[in-house]
T-cell receptor, first 116, second 115 residues
Framework: SAVISQKPSRDICQRGTSLTIQCQVD?????MFWYRQQPGQSLTLIAT?????????ESGFVIDKFPISRPNLTFSTLTVSNMSPEDSSIYLC?????????????FGPGTRLTVL | AQSVTQLDSHVSVSEGTPVLLRCNYS??????LFWYVQHPNKGLQLLLK??????LVKGINGFEAEFKKSETSFHLTKPSAHMSDAAEYFC?????????????FGKGTMLLVSP
């Protein structure tokens, strides 16, 4: 299994600023994912981050708004740039854990972002 | 393309009565299906998963789900609800077509348990 931590756990930010969210895993993993959960909504995949390559963004999400770093196999960051109140959400990272034929995605506790 | 429909946004039960949370899916490939639970201010936890083995899948905390291909359903059940089951439940489908598991989440069902 994999244990995931995120920093910060929550933040309140001003419009127009940027926030970088950190995701740390206790094991080396190839694939990491970033999700957004808007208030009262389900999870939506923002991007997939494979170590050593550019992140792959889902439709509706762009690198300029959500730049991602993946410097090694246990760490990733997501930056929410030029924030507006519409960016108020919970941001979660997850990892795909593979062991033989078994695979599962584990999720971090999330970062609750409020933009004023 | 894959999608998930959770038929109820809220389900209310009394403690000790059965729980049924409904989920229908659409997938172009042989899907993997999951149920995740999210307690208030807590992270997501995997309840159970189906990956083309037995169609009746048993998970944690007494939950189980049955994969019915003919009905494209993967409903979650529990014989007797407990107060601690109150949470939001997400049905999730993955096709793994891209070489890794791309998860598509349903909109969630909030389970309310009354004494």
């Amino acid at each position: 299994s994999a244990v995931i931590s995120q920093k910060p756990s929550r933040d309140i930010c001003q419009r127009g600023t940027s926030l970088t969210i950190q995701c740390q895993v206790d094991s080396q993993v190839t694939m990491m994912f970033w999700y957004r959960q808007q208030p009262g909504q389900s999870l939506t995949l923002i991007a997939t981050a494979n170590q050593g390559s550019e992140a792959t963004y889902e439709s509706g999400f762009v690198i300029d708004k959500f730049p991602i770093s993946r410097p090694n196999l246990t760490f990733s960051t997501l930056t929410v740039s030029n924030m507006s109140p519409e960016d108020s959400s919970i941001y979660l990272c997850s990892v795909e854990w593979r062991e033989g034929h078994y695979n599962e995605q584990f999720f971090g506790p999330g970062t609750r972002l409020t933009v004023l | 393309a894959q999608s998930v429909t959770q038929l109820d946004s809220h389900v209310s039960v009394s403690e000790g009565t059965p729980v049924l949370l409904r989920c229908n899916y659409s997938s172009s490939y042989s899907p993997s299906l999951f149920w995740y639970v999210q307690h208030p201010n807590k992270g997501l936890q995997l309840l159970l998963k189906y990956t083309s083995a037995a169609t009746l899948v048993k998970g944690i905390n007494g939950f189980e789900a049955e994969f019915k291909k003919s009905e494209t359903s993967f409903h979650l059940t529990k014989p007797s609800a407990h107060m601690s089951d109150a949470a939001e439940y997400f049905c999730v489908v993955s096709d793994g077509d891209s070489g890794y598991s791309t998860l598509t989440f349903g909109k969630g069902t909030m389970l309310l348990v009354s004494p």
